[in-house]
């Protein structure tokens, strides 16, 4: 009998921090199983690709960064199919499927996969399978997992339309009947509830995905969830291939996270509810599972002793970071403010063909604490290994489609700089990083735990004890003191140490040779798997660094010690977010908290700028700044007020969201009409605010908290249109995307 061919289809992911690639990986990796062949490509690499000619089905896996950029490895793609001299029937033989990433605390919510599919339609091509938009905010799995349990099905029916259509052709040129082009379009499948493709949509999948967390949430303690970074985290190996855990249902019933029974007065029995990470409740704990298929292992790693650890240490990139050393440090907030916030600068001096403009940021490299690297070593129980050299290859016979040792690894590092500077163990396991934890965790109720939190029917109880509240690698490990993961486990699926961004808060006229940029100190509180709280990785690690130099407002005056502390930034153009290039027009900021941070170096610029040139024309300038209380967290008051009396500042409207009451000359004021946060200013003004902007071409710019503030000012400005222009919600809406089309509407937000 001749042997069976498979049928091959295309994968192409645009990837940022590693989510859709993946996703895309996981695919390729379980099409084997469908008995299909997929071809595993990264959108910029054309040379492994061809469109022009590709008759396969290609389903592309995109995520957006920035301000709905399209993710640094598929810039290229996108440009390339936005060029306007492609034809409308360019890509009229192309069927394909996409899966969108991205997170609706942003504005411009999958931007990139909307902007493949709206010009992928345009050149012709045709849908096999309804578009998904995923959403970070509430969990990609709500939208990622059915859209990829339904992609098979689409997959095989698209190919056997193509197939059919081949046929008929062929017949067709046998029998000599003129039949003209086939239709090679392939019919939609029908997955409307997975399009979700704006907020109102966005709610709906919050519904539901809290109705499948209630159980959870209902027989837990309310531990409190703390938002994390989670762009730079990969995501969960797809559950649509998975399989049944091998746990019976009896084997299951035995675990300790059974409730405990206590007699009431009555005589009643009644269930004490002890649910936490490391314990579950029925019906999850008496359930069968369908947990992801165990991600194949890839890498080869092992350690070898060296006579030079200087050799093998790691080096940084030379050629786009810069040491500088710390040359101030100012505590910006008082001591009982519920936040402390840091202004540092930086001695630039030593590297003078480094510029920034107001508005652009910088990207700080810390590394990791090292007492939670030490914990890592001893986890390991490699502490008497730290500086052997670490070497990595490829294992031979891995089945992980597109495997590669990762880039970032050294040939010449030891484990110590490797767990101190590449891995972020920081980072919150995955759920594919937790199905591998299954394998290497010898007590059988912590392996069955293991199995819930990666498994379909456990995803609520992940989200609430693993994802929203932030928990790290360790932190997971601490809790299952039976598993013992290989170090290559680490760095196959543990995420690169990014590096953190901040935005520029000067300006080089006013500081020539100097960088300033402003932080809180961020704060993760005590949760289930968490015993003690924590602070931020980058933060905690530089406000452990400044300790020593550290002013306040009140003594500030720069440093006079000899031995100032090192750290190495690398500069991020932002050639958008930047005060107007024509000095008359008009501009309005919002930046509460640290939010205000990069119009300090808006305003430095003006400052100088007017008194270099007396006799131009500049526009009105207008800052809404808010804060807890006016004593407490009113940054860079004094400078601000000094813009103020320079008139580089044409309106300060602040307001204090804490304050009981205000000073004495607004007690007159009735509290319902104190403005508390910035978009209630914003609306004191909206005829101000309206004008500069539709009648006079201004500029707004917001900069601060993604998932609440910004939503919160942008909705709210869109009722301020609507107010003033006497329109509906649509046209105050297309309003608003026309300034953002215009780049007159700009935000620098973070999540």
């Given at each position: ?172 040129e046998a029998g000599k009947s003129p039949k003209g082009t086939p239709n090679l379009s392939i019919p939609h499948v029908q997955l409307n509830l997975l399009r979700i493709t704006d907020h109102q949509n966005c709610d709906s999948i919050k519904a539901s995905a809290e109705t499948v967390s209630k159980c959870a949430t209902a027989a837990s303690s309310s531990a409190p969830a703390t938002q994390t970074a989670v762009s730079d985290l990969r995501p969960a190996f797809p559950a649509g291939s998975s399989v049944l855990a091998s746990q019976s249902r009896g084997t299951a019933s035995v675990s300790t996270s059974a409730p405990k029974t206590q007699t009431g007065n009555a005589g009643v029995p009644q269930v004490s509810l002890a649910a936490s990470l490391t314990c579950s409740l029925p019906p999850l704990s008496e359930s069968p599972l369908n947990v992801p298929a165990l991600p194949p292992a890839y890498l080869d790693v092992s350690l070898q002793e060296v006579d030079s650890v200087e050799q093998i240490v790691g080096l940084l990139n030379k050629e786009t970071l810069h040491a500088a050393p710390i040359s101030r440090a100012v505590q910006l907030t008082r001591g009982d403010s519920v936040k402390v916030a840091v202004l540092l600068e930086l001695d630039m001096s030593a590297h003078p063909m480094v510029t920034y403009h107001p508005g652009d940021s910088f990207d700080v490299f810390c ?385």
């Amino acid at each position: 009998m001749p042997c069976e061919v498979k049928l091959r289809f295309v994968v192409l992911y645009g990837s940022q921090k590693g989510q859709a690639e993946s996703l895309a990986e996981g695919i390729a990796e379980v099409a084997e199983e469908h008995g299909l062949v997929a071809e595993l490509s990264c959108l910029n690499h054309n040379e492994k690709y061809n469109l022009e000619k590709e008759t396969a089905p290609v389903v592309f896996i995109v995520s957006t960064t920035g301000d709905g950029e399209p993710p640094d490895n598929a810039l290229q793609f996108v440009k390339r199919i936005k060029k306007k001299t492609l034809t409308t029937d360019h890509y009229k033989h192309l069927c394909y499927a996409l899966l969108a990433l991205g997170d609706t605390n942003y504005a411009n919510f999958c931007n990139c996969g909307k902007t493949i599919e709206r010009r992928l339609q345009e050149l012709g091509a045709k849908q096999f399978y309804a578009t998904g938009y995923a959403d970070d905010g509430v969990g990609l799995e709500v939208v990622v997992d059915p859209w990829i349990e339904g992609l098979w099905k689409a997959i095989k029916g698209a190919l056997s339309k193509m197939a059919s259509d081949k046929a008929d052709l062929l017949k067709g040129e046998a029998g000599k009947s003129p039949k003209g082009t086939p239709n090679l379009s392939i019919p939609h499948v029908q997955l409307n509830l997975l399009r979700i493709t704006d907020h109102q949509n966005c709610d709906s999948i919050k519904a539901s995905a809290e109705t499948v967390s209630k159980c959870a949430t209902a027989a837990s303690s309310s531990a409190p969830a703390t938002q994390t970074a989670v762009s730079d985290l990969r995501p969960a190996f797809p559950a649509g291939s998975s399989v049944l855990a091998s746990q019976s249902r009896g084997t299951a019933s035995v675990s300790t996270s059974a409730p405990k029974t206590q007699t009431g007065n009555a005589g009643v029995p009644q269930v004490s509810l002890a649910a936490s990470l490391t314990c579950s409740l029925p019906p999850l704990s008496e359930s069968p599972l369908n947990v992801p298929a165990l991600p194949p292992a890839y890498l080869d790693v092992s350690l070898q002793e060296v006579d030079s650890v200087e050799q093998i240490v790691g080096l940084l990139n030379k050629e786009t970071l810069h040491a500088a050393p710390i040359s101030r440090a100012v505590q910006l907030t008082r001591g009982d403010s519920v936040k402390v916030a840091v202004l540092l600068e930086l001695d630039m001096s030593a590297h003078p063909m480094v510029t920034y403009h107001p508005g652009d940021s910088f990207d700080v490299f810390c590394p990791n604490k090292a007492t939670e690297v030490e914990d890592m070593l001893h986890r390991l129980g490699l502490q008497d290994q730290r500086n052997h050299q670490v070497h990595i290859s490829l294992l031979k016979d891995t089945k992980k489609k597109g495997a590669q040792v990762p880039s970032y690894m050294s040939k010449n590092i030891s484990l110590l700089y490797l767990l101190t500077r590449c891995l972020e163990i920081r980072s919150v396991p995955k759920k594919a990083f937790v199905r591998a934890l299954v394998e290497h965790t010898g007590d059988c109720v912590q392996k069955r735990r293991l199995q819930e939190l990666c498994s379909r029917q456990g995803s609520a109880d992940y989200n609430l004890y693993v994802r929203d509240s932030g928990l790290s690698v360790l932190e997971l490990l601490a809790a299952f003191p039976s598993c013992s993961p290989p170090l290559s486990l680490l760095i196959e699926h543990l995420p690169k140490l990014q590096p953190r961004p901040y935005s520029a808060a000067s300006s080089c006229l006013r500081h020539p040779g100097k960088l300033h940029f402003v932080f809180n100190v961020v704060e993760f509180p005590a949760c289930s798997g968490r015993p003690a709280g924590r602070l931020g990785l980058c933060t905690g690690w530089l406000f452990d660094l400044i300790n020593p130099v550290l002013v306040f407002p009140e003594n500030d005056e720069s440093s006079s010690s000899p031995a100032l502390p090192k750290i190495h930034v690398s500069l991020r153009p932002n050639c958008s977010f930047r005060p107007p290039a024509d000095p008359s027009a008009p501009f309005i900021m919002v930046g509460p908290g640290t939010g205000v941070a990069p119009f300090i170096g808006f305003l430095q610029q003006r400052e100088q700028e007017r008194k270099e040139k007396p006799e131009a024309i500049f526009g009105e300038t207008w800052l809404f700044f808010g804060c807890r209380h006016r004593d407490g967290d009113y940054l860079f008051r004094e400078e601000l007020e000094g813009f103020v009396s320079s008139g580089t500042l044409s309106q300060l409207k602040v307001c204090f969201s804490r304050d009981e009451q205000e000073e004495e000359e607004e007690a007159t004021t009735s509290a319902a009409a104190r403005p508390r946060y910035v978009q209630h200013n914003l609306l004191l003004n909206s005829r101000h605010v309206t004008d500069i902007l539709l009648k006079h071409n201004g500029y707004f710019y917001v900069c601060g908290d993604a998932k609440n503030m910004a939503k919160d000012v942008n909705n709210t400005l869109m009722e301020m249109i609507q107010t003033e222009l006497q329109v509906d919600q649509l046209d105050a809406m297309k309003t608003l995307a026309g300034l953002r089309e215009e780049k007159r509407y700009l935000q620098d937000i973070w999540g």
